[in-house]
T-cell receptor, first 111, second 116 residues
Framework: LAKTTQPISMDSYEGQEVNITCSHN???????ITWYQQFPSQGPRFIIQ???TKVTNEVASLFIPADRKSSTLSLPRVSLSDTAVYYC????????????FGSGTRLLVRP | GAGVSQTPSNKVTEKGKYVELRCDPI?????LYWYRQSLGQGPEFLIY????????DSGLPNDRFFAVRPEGSVSTLKIQRTERGDSAVYLC??????????????FGEGSRLTVL
């Protein structure tokens, strides 16, 4: 399973756009890129998943360049409630899909 | 309920005791996962079930840890002779698995285990 590298922490202010970049240099052809969000005392929650180019949903956008060796999670106009840990994961979406979490990026949104 | 349910939410035990943690997955989800999360760390994979069988138990740290899912639904994580280092939040997740797998895991809120 491909290893990921992401910043340990980031600070932002309410209303700003936040971009968290994740490196996954040895991503395999069958691997998808998935991002999870985790609040204190809760389990991780799925945010977005993609394979290539750009994916957008009501919460975030995911940008994946052509070489797929990195990806960027974009959170538009963050609020205080977006303060959480964000995990980037890669893995094959087959019947034995197993997520390997790293340490994540701790995002702090300030008023 | 609609989500993954884990009990107990908190468990305090003494070193050397036996502990069971229960997970009730989302109805219809064939895949079930156990993770362990220590303070400040990401979740660490322990074991994955597809149906009743443990498809991947490579994350279990040693033979004191064991998990079962006898009817393909509820799962129990069992820890024998607990040690202080076992203190962590134990997370359970489920997903559709198999051909219906979308790669999205649904996590419970976890069982916080404290070994004194």
């Amino acid at each position: 399973l491909a290893k990921t590298t992401q910043p340990i922490s980031m600070d932002s202010y309410e209303g700003q756009e936040v971009n968290i970049t994740c490196s996954h240099n040895n991503i395999a052809t069958n691997d998808y890129i998935t991002w999870y969000q985790q609040f204190p005392s809760q389990g991780p929650r799925f945010i977005i998943q993609g394979y290539k180019t750009k994916v957008t949903n009501e919460v975030a956008s995911l940008f994946i360049p052509a070489d797929r060796k990195s990806s960027t999670l974009s959170l538009p106009r963050v609020s205080l409630s977006d303060t959480a840990v964000y995990y980037c994961l890669v893995g094959a979406m087959d019947s034995s899909y197993k997520l390997i979490f790293g340490s994540g990026t701790r995002l702090l949104v300030r008023p | 309920g609609a989500g993954v349910s884990q009990t107990p939410s908190n468990k305090v035990t003494e070193k050397g005791k036996y502990v069971e943690l229960r997970c009730d997955p989302i109805s219809g989800h064939t895949a079930l996962y156990w993770y362990r999360q220590s303070l400040g760390q990401g979740p660490e994979f322990l074991i994955y079930f597809q149906g009743t069988g443990a498809a991947d138990d490579s994350g279990l740290p040693n033979d004191r840890f064991f998990a079962v899912r006898p009817e393909g639904s509820v799962s129990t994580l069992k820890i024998q002779r607990t040690e202080r280092g076992d203190s962590a939040v134990y997370l359970c997740a489920s997903s559709q698995g198999g051909q219906g797998n979308t790669g999205e895991l649904f996590f419970g809120e976890g069982s916080r285990l404290t070994v004194l």
